[in-house]
C-alpha cells in the first residue's frame, strides 16, 4: 500500500509448478523493488554426478528419471548428444518415431499445464480443483487430450512416466503399422479438443506485459524444433552450433538458488519455451496450427508472457497434427536401432523440452564410460528471466495490495510454467514494504 | 460411485529418490505374487509418479483401487510404519493424525514431492468433482526416513513392503470373493488364500 515505505512479498511455495520453488519480493523505501528471487531446489545437479562412471547407453533412462513430467526430452538430448559422441546420426522413420514419442510428451504436458494449471489463474480459481466445479467441460477436454498425449508415450515408449523403450540409436521395440495406425483415430479427436481449446484460451483477458529478454530456441531445419538440431538460434540475428552453447550460455551459482543461473554471453538474460519457440519458428507451424493462432489473435510473434498460454495450446495442435503425420507416412525400419559403438569423445544433445530447451554435453571413454555430463534444463535458463519480469511486474503495479500483488507474481511465474523438479513446486510470496 | 471394473493396485512414487519408491517397490512385489497366481486374475498394477490426472485415469472405473505411497515421517510413526484409510474418510483427513502421515513425501527442501503441489488429496477432490472416483479407494502409506535423490529403500521401509503387499493380496482376495459367482469361486478358491504369502 502506498502508505507504507517497504514491503516483502513472499510465497513460500508455488502452487501449480513442478517441482520446489518459492518467491521473494523486496520492495525499497523508495518504491523499487530492491530483490526479487525465485528460489530453486534443483535436483540433476546430482544426476550430473550420478551419470559419472556408467556407461553411455544408460543415460537416456538414468536421466529420464531427472523429471516425470519431460523425461523424453531427457531421453532424446541425452541419446543425441551420445551419438554425436560417437559420431552416429540417427535418420530415417527411427528419427521419426523420436518425434512422434516427443509429440506424445509436448500433448499431454501442454494439455496439463493449459487446462489444470494456468487456465485457473484466467478464470479466478485458486486451483484446477475449483475451476473443475464450474468448468467441468474444459477440464474434461484437458484430461482428454492429456490421457492421448500419454497413451501415445506408452505406446511408443513403452510407458507414459519414465518410457522404457529408448536406447542410444534408436528403440528397443519398433511399433508396426498397424499399431500406430490404430491410434489415429484417438489423434484426431484430440485435434478437435485442441482446437477448442485454443479458442477457449484465446478468449481470456490479458494483462498488458511484453517480455524484453532475448529469445532462444533450437532450430531444427524447415520443422518448427521439438525433438533435436544442430543450431540454437536468438531472436538477436544471431545462431550458433549446439557444441559452441556454452560458449554462448554462461550459468553461475547465486545463492539463493540449486539451480544455476543462465545467461548469454553479453550479459542479457533469455527465455526459453513456447514464446521463443513460436516467435521465431511461428512460420513452420503445420497449417492448422498456424489457423488456430491466427484465430487466436496471434501474429508472427507472441512475447506476451501471460498468453503463453495461447501459445502452448497451439503448439498442441501442431503437435497432434505432426503425430497424425508421422503415422500415416510411416513404415517400421528394418531395424529398431542402428549401432553405436563407443568411441572416446565429447557429444552434445539439444531439443526442445514443453518448457524449452534442453541441452546436454557428456564425455565419454573408449570404453563408453561416461567421465562428464552436464545437462542445461529450460527453467534454469529462464530464471534470471522470470526475476527481472517479476521486478518489472511489481514495479509497474506496486500501488496494489499485496494479495493482488502476490497473486499477479505467482500467475507472472505459472506463465512459464515451470519445472522446478529439474531446475523449482510451490510459490510462497512474501512482499517486504517499509 | 458406481464403477465396476476390475481392481486396480498403483504404486506411486520415484524409485530413484530412496523411500519415496515404496509404492512402486510394493507392486514390484505384487507382479511377483501375480506370477504365482496367487492374486485375482483381473487385478490390474500400475505405478506412476503421482500426478493427480493419472492417478484419476488410472483408478477410474475400478470397483476397487488401492493407492501405495510413501509418507512423509511424524513424530507419531517411525519408518517402515504404514498407515491405511479409505477414501471416505478423505474429506477431513487433514484432522485425522493417521491420516496426516499421508501428507506427500518431501523433495530436496521444504514442500511435498507431488508433482505441481497435488498429491493424493488434490487427486481424490477432482475426482469426486469429475464423477471419477473408484467405487472403493484404499489408500495405503508407508512412512519413510530418506527420501534424497538415489535408488534403493531404507532398512525399515525396505522391511515393510512384502508385508504391505501380502496385505494388499489379501485385500484383493477378499474383494474379489465377494464379487465372484457361485462356479467362479469354487475355480478360484484353490489359490484364494495362497500359503506363500505366510512365508
Known amino acids: ?61 538414468i536421466t529420464a528419471r531427472v523429471c516425470g513430467i519431460c523425461p523424453v526430452a531427457y531421453q532424446m538430448s541425452a541419446c543425441l548428444a551420445m551419438e554425436d559422441a560417437c559420431g552416429v546420426t540417427v535418420g530415417g522413420q527411427l528419427a521419426e518415431l523420436r518425434r512422434l514419442l516427443y509429440c506424445g510428451e509436448w500433448i499431454e504436458s501442454h494439455a ?30 484437458g484430461l482428454e487430450i ?20 529408448v536406447r542410444v540409436g534408436g528403440f528397443h521395440r519398433v511399433p508396426s503399422r498397424s499399431e500406430l495406425a490404430r491410434f489415429a483415430p484417438e489423434l484426431r479427436r484430440a485435434l478437435e479438443l485442441a482446437l477448442e481449446a485454443v479458442i477457449w484460451v484465446a478468449g481470456f483477458t490479458f494483462p498488458e ?10 532450430e531444427q531445419g524447415e520443422r518448427y524444433p521439438v525433438d533435436g538440431g544442430t543450431r540454437v538460434v536468438t531472436d538477436a540475428g544471431y545462431g550458433f552450433c549446439v557444441n559452441h552453447f556454452e560458449e554462448y550460455v554462461y550459468e553461475r551459482h547465486v545463492p ?13 538474460t533469455y527465455l526459453t519455451g513456447p514464446l521463443a519457440r513460436y516467435s521465431l519458428h511461428s512460420a513452420k507451424l503445420s497449417q492448422h496450427a498456424a489457423a488456430a493462432a491466427r484465430a487466436a489473435g496471434l501474429g508472427a510473434e507472441c512475447r506476451n508472457p501471460f498468453q503463453s498460454i495461447i501459445v502452448r495450446a497451439v503448439e498442441t495442435v501442431y503437435a497432434i497434427e505432426e503425430a497424425l503425420r508421422i503415422i500415416e507416412a510411416y513404415e517400421p525400419p528394418e531395424r529398431p536401432w542402428v549401432p553405436v559403438p563407443p568411441r572416446a569423445g565429447r557429444g552434445y ?86 | 460411485m458406481s464403477a465396476a471394473g476390475p481392481p486396480v493396485v498403483i504404486g506411486v512414487g520415484e524409485d530413484f529418490r530412496h523411500d519415496d519408491g515404496v509404492g512402486p517397490a510394493v507392486v514390484a512385489e505384487l507382479r511377483r505374487l501375480a506370477a504365482l497366481d496367487v492374486l485375482p486374475p483381473d487385478t490390474r498394477l500400475a505405478v506412476c509418479f503421482g500426478e493427480p490426472t493419472e492417478l484419476i485415469e488410472l483408478w477410474r472405473d475400478a470397483r476397487l483401487a488401492i493407492v501405495v505411497d510413501a509418507a512423509a515421517a511424524e513424530a507419531d510413526f517411525t ?35 507431488a508433482t505441481h503441489g497435488l498429491g493424493p488429496g488434490a487427486a481424490i477432490a477432482l475426482a469426486r468433482i469429475l464423477d471419477r472416483l473408484p467405487a472403493r479407494l484404499v489408500l495405503v502409506a508407508v512412512v519413510g526416513a530418506d527420501f534424497s ?29 465377494s464379487a465372484l459367482s457361485d462356479g467362479d469361486l469354487l475355480s478360484w478358491s484353490a489359490n484364494a488364500v495362497p500359503p506363500m504369502l505366510e512365508a
Request: charged share 30%; net charge negative.
Open chain 1, 349 to 434: 544433445g539439444v531439443t526442445e523440452a514443453p518448457r524449452g530447451l534442453l541441452y546436454h554435453r557428456y564425455d565419454i571413454d573408449a570404453e563408453g564410460i561416461i567421465t562428464q555430463a552436464r545437462m542445461v534444463p529450460p527453467t534454469a535458463q529462464n530464471q534470471a528471466a522470470i526475476e527481472a519480469e517479476l521486478c518489472e511486474l511489481v514495479e509497474a503495479r506496486r500501488d496494489l495490495a499485496d494479495a493482488e500483488l502476490t497473486d499477479l507474481c505467482e500467475r507472472a511465474i505459472r506463465n512459464h510454467d515451470p519445472c522446478i523438479s529439474c531446475s523449482a513446486h510451490f510459490l510462497d510470496l512474501h512482499v517486504e514494504r517499509s
Open chain 2, 79 to 113: 519408518a517402515g510404519h504404514v498407515v491405511r484409510w479409505e477414501v471416505e474418510d478423505a474429506d477431513d483427513h487433514h484432522d485425522r493424525p493417521a491420516a496426516r502421515a499421508l501428507d506427500p513425501a518431501p523433495t530436496i527442501g521444504p514442500g511435498p514431492a
Open chain 1, 1 to 61: 500500500m502506498t502508505h507504507r515505505h517497504e514491503r516483502t512479498l513472499r510465497v513460500g511455495s508455488l502452487a501449480r509448478v513442478e517441482g520446489e520453488g518459492a518467491m521473494h519480493v523486496r520492495i525499497d523505501q523508495h518504491g523499487r523493488v530492491a530483490q526479487a528471487r525465485l528460489e530453486i531446489y534443483e535436483p540433476p545437479r546430482f544426476f550430473e554426478a550420478f551419470l559419472r562412471g556408467r556407461a553411455y547407453t544408460e543415460a537416456p533412462d
Open chain 1, 146 to 165: 492429456k490421457k492421448i498425449g500419454n497413451a501415445l508415450m506408452a505406446l511408443v515408449g513403452g510407458r507414459a512416466i519414465h518410457p522404457v523403450n
Open chain 1, 256 to 268: 539463493h538458488s540449486t539451480a544455476l543461473y543462465a545467461e548469454l554471453a553479453d550479459g542479457s
Open chain 1, 209 to 218: 506485459a511484453e517480455s524484453k529478454h532475448r529469445l532462444v530456441a533450437v
Open chain 2, 149 to 177: 535423490p538415489g535408488p534403493g529403500l531404507s532398512e525399515p521401509v525396505a522391511a515393510a513392503v512384502r508385508r504391505v503387499a501380502r496385505d494388499i493380496a489379501r485385500e484383493l482376495g477378499r474383494e474379489s470373493l
Open chain 1, 112 to 141: 496439463l499445464h493449459v487446462h489444470l494449471l494456468h487456465a485457473p489463474d484466467f478464470l479466478g480459481y485458486a486451483s484446477g480443483i475449483d475451476m473443475a466445479r464450474d468448468h467441468r467441460r474444459e477440464v474434461e477436454r
